[in-house]
């Protein structure tokens, strides 16, 4: 299983950008794609995941109503769409993949496998 995350960048308060995580391996569709960011000095932070076969995601509340994960099954390729961006989102965000249990999603130990990472810096 391999996933690549990209699409970082600088960008400026307020602004957007659109990760990408492009997946690769798996054997079936039943597994969920994770998005956790990791600020300099901070442990790994889970901030999204989806389901990539039927889509269902989950949110978590430091970033709802800004951030929003979607996927693209004929691509296999997952996105977090990020929005209002704040100079606190500065952080390196990795996609992870595997099968967490509900409790265990927004948790780095509910994933087997990761993405390099991409850095978003949020600057004027």
């Known amino acids: 299983v391999q996933l690549q995350a990209s699409g970082g960048g600088l960008v400026q308060p307020g602004g957007s950008v659109r990760l990408s995580c492009a997946v690769s391996?798996?054997?079936?569709?039943?597994?969920?794609i994770g998005w956790f960011r990791q600020a300099p000095g901070s442990g790994r932070e889970g901030i999204s995941c989806?389901?990539?076969?039927?889509?269902?995601?989950y949110i978590d509340d430091s970033v709802k109503g800004r951030f929003t994960m979607s996927r693209d099954n004929a691509k296999n390729t997952v996105y977090l769409q990020m929005g209002d961006l704040k100079p606190e989102d500065t952080a390196v965000y990795y996609c992870?993949?595997?099968?967490?249990?509900?409790?265990?999603?927004?948790?780095?130990?509910?994933?087997?496998?990761w993405g390099q990472g991409t850095q978003v810096t949020v600057s004027s």
């Open positions: 989806i389901n990539f076969n039927d889509g269902r995601t």
């Open positions: 391996g798996f054997t079936s569709n039943h597994f969920d």
């Open positions: 992870a993949g595997g099968t967490p249990i509900a409790s265990t999603r927004s948790y780095a130990s509910g994933y087997k496998w």
